[in-house]
């Protein structure tokens, strides 16, 4: 896959609040997000599996505002989270953003079209993405 890095357009020294987990079972793909994200303010936690990220989501007290997950991973998939996600805790479904270096599967084209709103392609603005999805935490 490609590396995650794509210019910001977010205003130089615009900072950022909020709790963002980015769950991908490739580091180096999650350590650039973090250290994206964190450049900006936010506050970051990093996962390598949806499992983890679906009792987070479910368990009501995780203080999570935004979450990207990667749509392809061994193990539970973005779109297992999902359909999992629909099941036990519809709500949580609007803070989950699920990123995709290519939709090969038919699954996956199916869930890209399905989901097109909540799905990102990398390579993606992070920063500028994170801050139009959580609109109204910016600090001046």
Not at 65 to 70: A, E, F, G, R, S
Not at 81 to 99: G, N
């Amino acid at each position: 896959r490609p590396a995650v890095v794509e210019p910001s357009t977010v205003a130089v020294g615009a900072h950022f609040r909020g709790h963002v987990l980015v769950v991908d079972d490739e580091p180096p793909v999650a350590n650039v997000l973090r250290l994206q994200l964190e450049a900006a303010g936010y506050r970051v936690t990093l996962g390598t599996e949806a499992e983890r990220a679906l009792q987070r989501l479910t368990s009501g007290s995780d203080g999570i505002d935004l979450v990207y997950c990667d749509l392809m991973m061994k193990g539970m998939s973005g779109m297992d989270l999902a359909d999992a996600l629909a099941t036990r805790a519809p709500s949580q479904l609007d803070r989950v953003v699920f990123m995709t270096g290519g939709a090969f599967t038919s699954r996956a084209r199916d869930f890209r079209d399905v989901w097109a709103a909540r799905c990102v392609d990398k390579p993606f603005d992070v920063v500028t993405e994170t801050a139009h999805r959580l609109e109204g935490r910016r600090l001046d």
